[in-house]
C-alpha cells in the first residue's frame, strides 16, 4: 500500500448468486463496511443481478461492477452484454480479461484491448486482469506473459483514459486454488507491471496506477499483502461471496 493511493477492495462473484441471494448478500455487506471511507469497495455480480445490487446498495459506499462487456455497441451479438446496458443497470466498473474468460471463452489480448478501450468510450472504468499460469512460470516465462498482457491490452490506451484503468494482477495458479502468491512474490510482479506502465506512459501515471492482487485472498492473508509497497487492493472471488468474509477483508488493518 502505498498512502498516494487509495485502496480498492472488489467482489468477483462469478457465475454464483441468484437475484434473490445476491440482494440478500448486499444488503448484510451494507452495514459491515458503512464506516469505511478510506477505501474502495466494489462489487461485481452475475449480469443478472446487477440491477437488483444497484437497487440495494444506493446511498451507500459501495460502487458496482459488471464481471464482462462486449466491444461492439449494440446489434446481433446473442448472448452479450454492452457498456450502455451495464452502465442503464448502475455499473461504474467492469473487469475485463479475467483469466478464466481468457481459458474458457478465448478472450486474447487483442479483444481484451478492444473491450477496455469500448468502456472507456462509454465511461465505464476497466479493471484490467492479467497473470501467468503456473506453466508460463515454471517456463521462465512470466516478465514475457505479463508483459504481453499489459501491452496488448493498454494498447492505443491515452494517457488521459490510462487514469481510469485499475490492472489486477491474478496468478492463475492462485485461483480459487487456496494458494496464495506469497506478498513479496506478488509485489515483484506488481512492481514490474509498474516499471512497464511507467515506460509506456510516465513516473506519474504509473505512480497513480492502482494495481490489485487476486488470488485465494482472504480475512487472513489480506494484511500482509496490503503491507506490501505496491499492492493497492484485492480482487476477490471464493471471499467475496459471503457478507462477513468480505468485510473482513474490506476492513483489513
Ligand atoms: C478471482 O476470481 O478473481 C479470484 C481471485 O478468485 P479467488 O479469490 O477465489 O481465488
Known amino acids: ?34 464506516s469505511v471511507k478510506d477505501r ?24 458496482l461492477s459488471a464481471q464482462n462487456l462486449h466491444w461492439e455497441d449494440k446489434g446481433a451479438f446473442t448472448g452479450e452484454i454492452s457498456a450502455d446496458m451495464l452502465l442503464d443497470s448502475g455499473c461504474k466498473y467492469v473487469i475485463i480479461g479475467h483469466s478464466e474468460r481468457r481459458q474458457y471463452f478465448g478472450e486474447t ?19 484490467l486482469c492479467v497473470g501467468e499460469t503456473l506453466a508460463d512460470r515454471e517456463a521462465g516465462k512470466l516478465n514475457e506473459t505479463i508483459n504481453r498482457q499489459v501491452n496488448g491490452g493498454l494498447k492505443d490506451i491515452s494517457t488521459e483514459d490510462m487514469k481510469k484503468i485499475v490492472i489486477a494482477y491474478e496468478p492463475v495458479w492462485a485461483i480459487g486454488t487456496g494458494k496464495t502468491a506469497t506478498p513479496d512474490q506478488a509485489n515483484e510482479v506488481h512492481a514490474l507491471i509498474r516499471q512497464k506502465v511507467k515506460a509506456l506512459y510516465s513516473a506519474d501515471i504509473a505512480e497513480g496506477l492502482r494495481i490489485q492482487y487476486g488470488g485465494s485472498v482472504t480475512p487472513e492473508n489480506v494484511s500482509t ?21 468480505f468485510a473482513a477483508l474490506v476492513n483489513f488493518k
Open 225 to 245: 499483502l496490503m503491507a506490501m509497497p505496491d499492492i493497492d487492493g484485492a480482487l476477490v472471488g471464493g471471499a467475496s461471496l459471503k457478507p462477513e468474509s
Open 40 to 63: 474502495d469497495i466494489v462489487l461485481g455480480p452475475p449480469f443478472t443481478a446487477l440491477s437488483a445490487v444497484a437497487e440495494t446498495i444506493k446511498g451507500t459506499n459501495i460502487s
Open 109 to 127: 489480448d487483442e479483444t481484451v484491448n478492444k473491450k477496455v478501450k469500448q468502456a472507456l468510450k462509454k465511461g465505464l472504468l476497466p479493471i
Open 1 to 34: 500500500m502505498n498512502a498516494k493511493r487509495r485502496p480498492i477492495l472488489a467482489g468477483n462473484w462469478k457465475m454464483n448468486m441468484t437475484v434473490t441471494q445476491a440482494r440478500e448478500l448486499a444488503s448484510k455487506l451494507i452495514p459491515l463496511v458503512s
